[in-house]
């Protein structure tokens, strides 16, 4: 069997692309009318993000020359949009940042657990048109969170390590915001030691956020005091509590898993079929009572608008990090260690040099190389025809010099791209696809193709 060769990715060939050239324009037409009620204002970062996906990876709009040093074969690599929580290809590759940067940089080598807090259908709305108090119901969570565990342990004033991801999206896109935590399993003391939590219901948890998170409804003025008291008796209030299975100390693959998985992309490409004939789209998902079977059939527009209002605004940050973890307690944490260092060195007269502001000059293929071996267990920058190094020697965006070196290579195109989608055989034969990993579990294509 041949060695595996990085070959580009090619997005104009998925579902996902084929969808939105040929339906976002009609959405965006048509979104007063049908999707305003639903959706709320059409808000300017949906357009912005939608047509730099469209861009994503289009040779056109720009791409880097790679080289082989020794035999001087070559490709071209397209620029992405690097999209986040939008585009497949670009959000992944940030999630696998994070997860390194997690096991890496933040958690500590001690076992963690996730906590999930979910809060009831009628109270979504408020979060819905109002991003903002996304941040405030993360904070309630980590708060209730921290003061559940601190009565457990009887330890008053020690802190909880806490990175916690906001998320939008339910089962079948619908908008169910939620709060993911990754959390040390136990509470960090000033004096350096760590008390792990036992294991306990989470019973007196929910019953805290529920409280807390009703309560800052009121005090926001979205929630009536009267509808917040009907709130506080009923038995089954709609607001839940999880705690998954710890992740014991030092298992990092685990960890890094746990921390890919609460900041995966809010759709899978892999569990949508696009039907261009119809304009509809068949999302797979589990199994849901609620619809009864395990898909739900959206008609395009409909599709665009539900993966499209999850999208952030510009400089939302949907994860934070809170405690032990935050960025306040790392950075005092960091000082004191380079004062010690410091000390140390005056005691011992080593010459220190301040590095403190040097910036070191962008590779940019580093990264990105080491994400395409992560994933695809193949080096792009290795030759495939002899074998040799490969580098980039030149990254092109001008429109004139683009076409030139397109027409060249017979791979320009004047015309509209053709929307039906063809097999990667009948299309390129030596090309192969970036594949798009998440945590969903993929359907084989002949039962999609069944049902």
């Known amino acids: 069997m041949g060695e595996k060769v990085y070959k580009p990715r090619h997005p104009k060939r998925t579902k996902l692309w084929q969808c939105l050239h040929a339906h976002f324009a009609d959405y965006l037409n048509h979104y007063k009318e049908k999707h305003e009620k639903n959706h ?26 790679v080289v082989c040093k020794k035999c001087r074969r070559e490709y071209l690599l397209a620029f992405s949009c690097r999209g986040r929580w939008f585009c497949p290809s670009c959000h992944q590759k940030k ?114 956020f529920r409280v807390k998170v009703i309560g800052m409804l009121v005090a926001e003025r979205q ?26 100390r ?27 004939k119809t304009g509809s789209v068949i999302y797979r998902s589990k199994s849901n009572p609620k619809i009864k079977g395990n898909f739900k059939v959206f008609s395009a527009e409909e599709f ?46 080593i010459e220190i040099i301040d590095i403190s502001t040097y910036q070191a000059p962008k590779v940019p293929s580093k990264q990105w190389r080491e994400l395409i071996k992560k994933i695809w267990e193949v080096d ?16 092109l965006d001008d429109s004139e010099v683009i076409e030139k070196i397109l027409r060249h290579l017979n791979q320009w195109t004047d015309s509209v791209p053709d929307k039906t989608r063809a097999s990667p055989e009948a299309v390129a034969p030596d090309n192969t696809y970036e594949p798009l990993y998440d945590d969903f579990q993929l359907e084989p294509e002949e039962l999609i193709a069944g049902r």
């Open 40 to 65: 709320g204002y059409l808000r300017p970062i949906v357009e912005e993000v939608v047509n730099k996906y469209l861009e994503c990876g289009d040779l056109s709009k720009g791409f880097a020359r």
């Open 95 to 208: 999630v696998l940042l994070f997860g390194e940067n997690i096991t890496d940089n933040i958690a500590y080598p001690l076992p963690h657990r996730q906590y999930v807090f979910s809060i009831p259908i009628m109270l979504r709305v408020y979060f819905k048109h109002d991003r903002e108090m996304l941040t405030k119901l993360c904070r309630q969570a980590y708060k209730c969170l921290q003061e559940f565990m601190r009565t457990s342990l009887g330890l008053c004033q020690d802190q909880a390590g806490t990175v916690m991801a906001i998320q939008t999206y339910g089962e079948y896109l619908n908008f169910h915001p939620h709060i993911h935590a990754v959390v040390a399993d136990g509470l960090f003391t000033r004096q350096g030691m760590f008390y792990v939590m036992p294991r306990l219901n989470t019973k007196a948890l929910e019953e805290m």
């Open 223 to 248: 929630l009536a005091k009267d509808l917040a008291g009907k709130l506080l008796s009923w038995r089954h209030s709609g607001f839940s509590v999880h705690s998954g299975n710890p992740v014991k």
């Open 250 to 276: 030092g298992e990092r693959s685990g960890l890094e898993r746990l921390a890919q998985y609460i900041i995966r992309n809010p759709f899978s490409e892999e569990k949508m079929m696009y039907n261009e």
């Open 304 to 349: 665009i608008g539900a993966i499209t209002q999850h999208i952030p605004e510009k400089g939302f940050q949907l994860v934070r990090y809170y405690g032990w973890y935050s960025n306040k307690c790392r950075g005092i944490r960091a000082k004191q260690q380079r004062d010690e260092v410091a000390r140390r060195s005056q005691k011992s007269e």
């Open 380 to 395: 792009p920058l290795i030759c495939p025809g002899c074998g040799g190094e490969m580098r980039i020697v030149a990254l």
